[in-house]
């Protein structure tokens, strides 16, 4: 059984910054892709970053490149979403999600197996 709990976020203003964390539990994740998605009210669930637990491997959307930084820490079975210069059109419920057996990191979210409940991340203009 694999659970993933997310934490961190919150209301804060443009330009600001928020760190979202997701606490992994289960078998074998340092196998696992993790990723980072989100979702806007009225618009698709739609993929941000992903890493690769083993490697450190990473991939980012390029909406997000060079604001937001994907990490992990394989002692604390975390992995972290840093957030930078928020804009309000990165509002949205973020979600973490894990591919238990990833051929490659995947920005498909029916590619992963297991989800967070989701975090509300809010960024006011």
């Known amino acids: 059984q694999v659970q993933l709990v997310e934490s961190g976020g919150g209301l804060v203003q443009a330009g600001g910054s928020l760190r979202l964390s997701c606490a992994v539990s289960g078998r074998a994740f340092s196998m696992y892709v993790m990723g980072w998605f989100r979702q806007a009210p009225g618009k698709e669930r739609e993929f941000v970053a992903a890493?690769?637990?083993?490697?450190?491997?990473?991939s980012y959307a390029d909406s997000v490149k060079g604001r937001f930084t994907i990490s992990r820490d394989n002692a604390k079975n975390t992995v972290y979403l840093s957030m930078n210069n928020l804009k309000p059109e990165d509002t949205a419920v973020y979600y973490c999600?894990?591919?238990?057996?990833?051929?490659?990191?995947?920005?498909?979210?029916?590619?992963?197996?297991?989800w967070g409940q989701g975090t509300q991340v809010t960024v006011s203009s």
């Open positions: 890493i690769r637990f083993g490697t450190g491997l990473t």
């Open positions: 999600a894990a591919d238990q057996t990833p051929l490659r990191i995947s920005t498909t979210a029916s590619r992963y197996d297991y």
